[in-house]
């Protein structure tokens, strides 16, 4: 018989536990300080940490203060005095209070403790306060949760402080979360817009600043929206880490050669304002499976008559708390990966799951309508057939008018085809503009001529594309304008 051995996270989780006990508990220490041995700190981390302190005292939203950003990359602008919040906790050199661990002590983990700790069932909501400019560097090139190859491709390129400066991180009240919030909804309300599919970070130091940001006025943000689905390849383009992490409110702030840049998820974030945020389908259902091991295509046409899975509504179902209100997830949330999630771990047992099973999950994969698990109930998106945003017609052809002021009806004629209305929200994009024209940013506006390309040179708005939040319609025209349409038949 082969006995084999637990896993190297076990063994941390275990230590983790007896010496935050030992701390917190047995010698009544207020906070605690954790880093592990392959951390090498700055001189100021200790400062940094008793500055943040009190922080974790005046306002309840804050839990932790953790030393690492994510996405502290060397080719950003990394402030060495200014803190941010993130949901996502970060760990790698953090610091807790006695009053949470009596809160978690009793339920940590045996294993993956960190994972446990990014659980909505754990954290609660609660964020972490972490300086832009970390204040560790990670030397280990392995560890029990990566290889020499992670590390080249995610850590080694992060910064962190150097020389002898104690950072004075001056008044922290800014980052009280009704401040925070009311100064960065400000910063995306009056910021500049542009497309993922347009911004980019130049791959050298010395490289010419990219045409972008030409277009941003001297105090304004960037704003970039994207979605789940497309943020690993926006991901790629800026050189930062390629899952969602360092986010307040789906929300992340980076700096590139004195510009601010906020990436914000546009379906999820409620610091948008209304007519650029894209809200959920007003006839989507949350159904959950009956039975293990059935997909989300046949949930939602066993649910009601005419009712499809939509894969484009999963963001707004795949979260901690939308789970909680249809399953017993009094067991835990936490993130996991798989195309069958969001879910709810039914028939696992303890012994086939180092969390004990019987949890629910989320996921920051890309989920599907077709997958499923013979252990899991899963959570789909269903939505009536004359709603379903995913029913792209097999024949849809997307035509750009060759000239202005031309309809849709006009367009989609010249072609030998005709206008369908039911399919402009496959053309009322920004990334599907920016394949037609040379979108210098995209706006959005109200018009029948939308979604459209300002081609006229003394427009105001000349060289911009257009998008619009009401439906659109096939026979509006602009003298300025050459328009996008969906053409059938």
């Avoid at 704003?223 to 409110?249: C, G, W």
């Avoid at 037609?436 to 940013?441: D, L, T, V, Y």
Wanted: proline share 5%.
């Amino acid at each position: 018989m082969v006995t084999v051995p637990p896993p190297a996270t076990m063994y941390l989780a275990k230590h983790y536990k007896w010496a935050l006990d030992e701390i917190l508990e047995k010698r009544d220490h207020s906070h605690a300080i954790i880093l592990e041995d392959d951390l090498v700190v700055s001189v100021d981390f200790i400062s940094m940490m008793e500055q943040a302190a009190p922080m974790l005292d005046i306002d309840e939203s804050i839990w932790c203060v953790s030393s690492w950003n994510d996405n502290g990359y060397i080719h950003l602008d990394l402030p060495s005095d200014k803190f941010f919040r993130t949901s996502f906790f970060p760990g790698l050199g953090w610091m807790m209070k006695r009053s949470l661990w009596e809160e978690l002590s009793d339920r940590f983990p045996s294993d993956q403790w960190d994972h446990w700790m990014r659980s909505y069932s754990t954290s609660k909501g609660r964020e972490c306060l972490v300086p832009f400019l970390s204040r560790n560097q990670n030397i280990g090139l392995g560890g029990a949760n990566s290889n020499s190859q992670f590390f080249k491709k995610n850590l080694k390129a992060i910064a962190h402080q150097e020389g002898t400066n104690l950072a004075a991180f001056g008044d922290l009240s800014t980052l009280l979360l009704r401040n925070y919030d009311k100064s960065l909804k400000k910063k995306i309300h009056d910021g500049t817009y542009i497309s993922d599919t347009a911004i980019s970070f130049p791959t050298g130091q010395d490289d010419e600043n990219p045409s972008w940001m030409s277009e941003v006025g001297e105090d304004d943000a960037v704003v970039v929206l994207f979605q789940n689905d497309k943020y690993e390849k926006l991901s790629k383009k800026l050189q930062i880490y390629p899952t969602q992490r360092a986010m307040h409110d789906y929300a992340m702030v980076l700096r590139f050669r004195g510009t601010e840049i906020i990436l914000v998820n546009k379906k999820l974030s409620s610091l948008l304002p209304p007519e650029k945020s894209q809200p959920k389908d007003d006839h989507l259902t949350a159904v959950a499976a009956r039975a293990v091991h059935t997909s989300c295509n046949d949930v939602c046409e066993e649910y009601k008559d005419g009712y499809n899975c939509d894969k484009t509504q999963f963001d707004y179902i795949n979260q901690c708390r939308v789970l909680s209100s249809i399953f017993d997830c009094s067991k835990g949330c936490r993130r996991d990966w798989g195309k069958d999630i969001p879910n709810f771990e039914k028939d696992i047992s303890e012994s086939e799951s180092q969390f004990g099973g019987h949890q629910c999950l989320v996921t920051e994969e890309i989920p599907t309508c077709e997958a499923r698990h013979p252990k899991t109930q899963r959570l789909c998106p269903c939505v009536p057939r004359s709603h379903h945003q995913n029913s792209r017609k097999d024949e849809l052809l997307i035509v750009a008018s060759e000239g202005q002021d031309i309809s849709c009806l006009a367009a989609c004629k010249s072609v030998g085809k005709t206008c369908d209305p039911t399919q402009f929200n496959f053309v009322n994009d920004c990334e599907v503009l920016t394949s037609h024209f040379p979108c210098s940013k995209c706006i959005t506006n109200q018009g029948q001529d939308i979604p459209n390309y300002v081609s006229e040179p003394d427009d105001a708005n000349y060289g911009k594309c257009l998008t619009q939040r009401t439906p659109p319609t096939c026979n509006g025209s602009h003298k300025n304008t050459r328009r996008l349409c969906p053409c059938v038949g």
